[in-house]
């Protein structure tokens, strides 16, 4: 079994920053991609950022700029940095991961549960 574990959600002003964690554990081969996605109230949820093997990244064109993705490979984490947060980046994040748990498997996709992300005026 893989689990993904958001963490690091909160309330913050507009301008501030936050930093979002997710951690993958549980049976984990390799890792081929790990994202964040957003869901505000009444939207669909909608794409943030990703990070390939090797580091390759992209953002959202709403969040370059302020928004910075990382991952440390040898925990299996994923880190959001958000920066200079607008009202409208309010939302459920959540974290997937493409991933396969035993050596020659197929990848599949894995999602956490969410951490809530309020920005106020």
């Known amino acids: 079994q893989v689990q993904l574990v958001e963490s690091g959600g909160g309330l913050v002003q507009a301008g501030g920053s936050l930093r979002l964690s997710c951690a993958a554990s549980g049976s984990i081969f390799s890792i081929n991609a790990m994202c964040w996605y957003r869901q505000a109230p009444g939207k669909q949820r909608e794409f943030v950022a990703t990070?390939?093997?090797?580091?390759?990244?992209n953002y959202a064109d709403s969040v370059k700029g302020r928004f910075t993705i990382s991952r440390d490979n040898a925990k299996n984490w994923v880190y959001l940095q958000m920066n200079s947060l607008k009202v409208e980046d309010t939302a459920v994040y959540y974290c997937?991961?493409?991933?396969?748990?035993?050596?020659?498997?197929?990848?599949?996709?894995?999602w956490g549960q969410g951490t809530q992300v309020t920005v106020s005026s």
């Open positions: 997937n991961s493409v991933l396969q748990s035993h050596a020659g498997d197929y990848a599949a996709l894995y």
């Open positions: 990070i390939i093997n090797g580091g390759r990244t």
